[in-house]
């Protein structure tokens, strides 16, 4: 297995990096997870663009500009034979004496990447439908940043794990904001597609924006607004999406079945149609 630091690619074994790094140290970096079909990167320029977005909003100077980021992914993918599974990129603030303030500015971010093969497209979970479970939304109020400072979500997917299930709805206010690692949809009886609005309450979902966009061409009805878990449980149809789940068809919160308890025939379609724009875009 051979993985990227600091410009170099290494075997997962000789891989290093300080103790003193800000992203050990504080959570003080930031990340980005792209899925690989076929050996191609799905939907990766959106990627790319928020990772790059997300070092702006914490002041970390952006390593590489966006088409060597590409490359090197490319070359990693190629590096590991990887067909299917993800990209996982982070950045930090770099390795300095323990201080909260930044470094100074000659210190470089510390950048680290690795391949993970997954089975995306042949999941049996998207046959059956995923159980979620709801929890308290503990994070901080920049959901927008993809931060590494994850202990909210680790805490809340544990929790899923514990009950038995494949993903934590955070709710605050009432209001659903998003899974543990994926944007919340539901689909209402008369057939609108709910989910909702960014902010910074939640991250911008790059598979989210995709599968808007499609639902759109299709003349499916969107509507970006907040929902409640009560309306959660009353929808004909949910969903959640993410690079590592693609359309991810929920049928159970809270151990009370969604409709009938199996995926619904929307959900369904958009996740076929998301398939397509993935293979699509890797053939192209
Ligand atoms: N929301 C959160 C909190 C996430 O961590 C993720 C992905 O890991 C998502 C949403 C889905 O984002 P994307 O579709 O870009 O993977």
């Known amino acids: 297995r051979i993985v990227f630091v600091n410009g170099e690619f290494v075997p997962y074994e000789e891989a290093r990096i300080s103790i003193m790094d800000r992203g050990f140290l504080f959570g003080d970096g930031i990340y980005e997870v792209a899925a690989v079909l076929g050996g191609r990167l799905v939907d990766n320029d959106a990627h790319l663009a928020r990772l790059v977005r997300c070092l702006g909003e914490i002041g970390i100077e952006n390593p590489y500009p966006v088409a060597e980021w590409a490359q090197l992914e490319e070359e990693l993918v190629k590096r590991n034979g990887l067909v299917e599974g993800l990209v996982y990129m982070e950045v930090t603030r770099g390795v300095w004496e323990r201080d909260f303030p930044f470094p100074p500015a000659d210190v470089k971010p510390t950048v680290v990447m690795f391949t993970q093969e997954k089975s995306i497209t042949g999941s049996k979970l998207a046959e059956t439908g995923a159980k979620v479970i709801t929890v308290p939304d503990l994070r901080w109020k920049r959901r927008d940043i993809k931060s590494v400072a994850l202990l909210a979500q680790v805490l809340a997917k544990q929790e899923a794990a514990k009950a038995g299930v494949s ?70 149809e949910a969903f959640y999406t993410s690079a590592s789940a693609f359309v991810m068809p929920t049928v159970e919160m809270d151990g009370k079945p969604i409709a009938d308890g199996k995926p619904g025939p929307l959900t369904r379609r958009l996740r076929a149609l998301y398939l397509d724009m993935a293979q699509a875009t890797n053939s192209g």
């Open 167 to 236: 993903e934590a709805w955070m709710v605050e206010d009432g209001y659903v904001t998003e899974g543990g690692s994926s944007t919340a949809f539901i689909i209402t009886k008369d057939g609108r597609i709910v989910t909702r609005p960014l902010s910074n309450a939640i991250l911008p979902g790059i598979t989210r924006q995709a599968v808007m966009h499609l639902a759109e061409e299709q003349g499916l009805t969107l509507e970006e607004r907040l929902f409640t878990v009560e309306e959660a449980l009353d929808a004909a």
